[in-house]
C-alpha cells in the first residue's frame, strides 16, 4: 500500500532470499568466499550455519548466481526425508535416470554413482546443496558420507553444501557423525549485523527499491539494532510495519514513536504495550484501509490533507531514476567517449583510435572486463565504463566515475550526470570494463614456496594493508604465515580463499594499495577486515 506514497519501485524489506537485496557485510562476504571456495574445491562437505534470519539462504542464491559453468548443482529445501527419498531427490534434481517403481537404496546408490563418474570423465563437477539441514536424521546425514566416498586419487567426486541453523553444528559433533565431521573442509558460523552495519543495510534495501530521501533517520538505527539483534529478517519485518505505520499516519519519514509501535505488533507482546499510547494492530489497519478505500473514491481537485503532505515530503531535486545519453551525440560514440573519460580518471588524456585496452598498457595500465554486480564494484572501487540501455532499449556505454549508498554519478558524453541506484538495477546489463595498474611482478600466479623480488613486493602490499612496516629481507619466501594473509585479504574481498596470488587477487592487493588510483568512493577504507 505503501510503495506509491514513498515513491519505491517494489517493497523494499520483503523478507523474499532476493540476491539484489543483499547486503555484502563482511560477515556475508566471508560466508559467500568459503561457499564458493566450495564449489571449486575437491570434494567433500562445506557447513554454513546461522541464526534464523541471518541471510544463509540469501547468500546461497547468491552463490547459484555465481556457479561456474562446469558445475551441475540440485538444490534440496525441503531435507525432512528418509534415506531412501532423499535418493530419490537427489536423483529427480540431477536429472538422474532409475528404473521406474525403485525403492532400494542400493540401486539409487548405484545410479548416483553412475552419473557421477559420468559427470567427471566429461570434466564437470557435481555439487548438491541441503538447505535447513539441521532437519536431517542421523541415518540420513551418515547416508551422505557414504555418497562422498566415490572419489579419484585428486579429488572427490561428489561436493555436498550444508546451510542450516547453529544446532546443525551440534549434531555434526556428535560421535556417531564424526567421520562426516571429519570431511568438512570448510565450515563459517554466519552472524548477525554489527550495530555499525544497520544504517548501510537499511540504506542499501531502500536504494534498490528506488528510495530518494531518507525514510529512517540515522537516529533512530541504535533502536533499529537493539530491537532485531542485528537478524537482517527481523529487520525486514520492523522496517516493514514502520513503513506502514508511518503511510498510515501521513508522515514523511518513520519516527521513533511509529518504529516502537511496530515493534509491539511484530513482536506481539500485549503485556509489554504501555496503556493509552498509540493504536494497536486492528487500529492501524483500519486507518490503512481506510486511506486505501478513500483513494478509489474519485476526488475533486482539492487534494487531501494526505497527499499534501506527501507531495511537500518529496525532495525539491530527487536524483532521477533513469540515466539518459544526451541527444546531441550519437549513440556510436558512447563507447569511445565513456573510454575517454575513464582514461582521464587516471590523468590520461590523449586516447587515441586504437585498442583501448591496448593503449592501456602503454601507461602502465592493464583492462578486467567481466560480468559483475553492484557489491563487487564497490569492493573493487575503481572507476568503470558500464553498458547500459535506455527506456527503448537502444544500449550505450557511460563511465562511472562515483558510487555512495544512494547514487551513482557518471560521465555521459560530454556530461556528467547522477542518477538514483534504481537507474542501475534497471538499466545496467552487470557488463563492466575497469583500469589497473600493472605491479612490477615477473610471473603469475604466485604460492607458498616462491621468493625473490615478486614475493618481496606481494610483502610490501599486504604490510600496506595492514598498516605495517614491510619486511627488509633480501630473499623473502611465501610461507605459511604469508598464505595466511593472502587467505584474509581473499576472504575480505569476496575471492575464493586459496591462498594464490593469481590474476584477480593481483589486481586486487595493486588496486586496494594504490593510494594514486582514482576511487569511486574515497571514503571506503579497503584492504584487511
Not at 564437470?124 to 572419489?151: C, G, K
Request: hydrophobic residues 45%.
Amino acid at each position: 500500500m505503501y510503495l506509491s506514497y514513498f515513491n519505491l519501485a517494489e517493497e523494499p524489506f520483503s523478507i523474499a532470499p532476493d540476491p539484489r537485496y543483499l547486503y555484502m557485510s563482511r560477515r556475508h562476504q566471508e560466508a559467500l568466499a568459503h561457499l564458493l571456495y566450495g564449489v571449486n574445491a575437491g570434494g567433500g562437505f562445506v557447513l554454513l550455519t546461522g541464526e534464523v534470519g541471518a541471510g544463509k539462504t540469501t547468500v546461497c542464491r547468491c552463490l547459484l548466481e555465481q556457479i561456474p559453468e562446469s558445475c551441475d548443482v540440485a538444490y534440496i529445501f525441503n531435507p525432512k526425508l528418509t534415506v531412501e527419498e532423499l535418493l530419490s531427490t537427489i536423483c529427480a534434481e540431477f536429472g538422474i535416470a532409475c528404473p521406474p517403481g525403485n525403492k532400494t537404496v542400493k540401486v539409487y546408490i548405484d545410479c548416483i554413482n553412475a552419473y557421477l563418474l559420468d559427470a567427471h570423465a566429461k570434466g564437470r563437477h557435481t555439487v548438491l546443496i541441503i538447505d535447513e539441514a539441521q532437519n536431517l536424521s542421523t541415518d540420513v546425514l551418515e547416508q551422505l558420507r557414504l555418497l562422498t566416498n566415490l572419489e579419484t586419487n585428486q579429488r572427490k567426486l561428489l561436493q555436498i553444501i550444508l546451510l542450516g541453523q547453529p544446532e546443525l553444528a551440534a549434531m555434526l559433533a556428535k560421535p556417531e557423525l564424526r567421520q562426516l565431521a571429519q570431511r568438512i573442509i570448510a565450515r563459517y558460523h554466519l552472524g548477525p549485523l554489527d550495530k555499525q552495519e544497520i544504517a548501510a543495510y537499511v540504506q542499501h534495501r531502500l536504494g534498490v527499491s528506488g528510495a530518494q530521501r531518507q525514510l529512517f533517520p540515522l537516529a533512530l538505527m541504535g533502536s533499529l539494532y537493539r530491537l532485531s539483534g542485528g537478524i537482517p529478517r527481523i529487520i525486514n519485518v520492523l522496517c516493514d510495519r514502520a513503513l506502514l505505520g508511518t503511510y498510515a499516519q501521513s508522515k514523511e519519514k518513520v519516527d521513533r514513536a511509529t518504529l516502537k509501535q511496530a515493534a509491539k505488533e511484530v513482536f506481539h507482546n500485549p503485556a509489554a504495550q504501555p496503556r493509552m499510547v498509540r493504536p494497536a494492530l486492528a487500529g492501524l489497519l483500519l486507518v490503512v484501509l481506510a486511506a486505501a478505500l478513500y483513494q478509489l473514491v474519485p476526488q475533486k481537485p482539492s487534494q487531501t490533507k494526505a497527499e499534501v503532505k506527501s507531495a511537500a515530503a518529496k525532495p525539491v531535486a530527487a536524483l532521477p531514476n533513469v540515466l539518459v545519453w544526451p541527444s546531441t551525440y550519437p549513440l556510436s560514440l558512447s563507447r569511445k567517449m565513456a573510454y575517454t573519460a575513464l582514461f582521464q580518471t587516471w590523468g590520461a588524456n590523449n586516447l587515441g583510435d586504437g585498442d583501448a585496452c591496448s593503449q592501456a598498457e602503454t601507461i602502465g595500465l592493464r583492462c578486467m572486463t567481466t560480468l559483475g554486480g553492484l557489491d563487487e564494484l564497490r569492493q573493487l572501487n575503481l572507476p568503470a565504463v558500464l553498458l547500459m540501455q535506455d527506456q527503448q532499449g537502444q544500449k550505450f556505454y557511460a563511465a562511472l566515475t562515483k558510487l555512495d549508498d544512494s547514487s551513482a554519478t557518471f560521465a555521459v558524453g560530454t556530461e556528467t550526470k547522477t542518477v538514483a541506484l534504481a537507474a542501475l538495477a534497471q538499466q545496467w546489463s552487470g557488463d563492466y570494463t575497469l583500469l589497473w595498474r600493472i605491479p612490477p611482478v615477473a610471473s603469475i600466479p604466485l604460492r607458498l614456496g616462491n621468493r625473490g623480488a615478486d614475493v618481496k613486493w606481494l610483502a610490501k602490499q599486504l604490510a600496506q594493508l595492514d598498516g605495517k612496516a614491510a619486511e627488509t629481507s633480501k630473499d623473502l619466501v611465501f610461507d605459511e604465515a604469508m598464505m595466511l594473509q593472502v587467505k584474509q585479504f581473499q576472504l575480505a574481498q569476496g575471492l575464493v580463499p586459496d591462498g594464490v596470488v593469481g590474476p584477480q587477487t593481483m589486481m586486487q592487493l595493486s588496486s586496494a594499495a594504490d593510494m594514486n588510483a582514482p576511487k569511486l568512493n574515497r571514503e571506503r577504507k579497503q584492504g584487511k577486515k
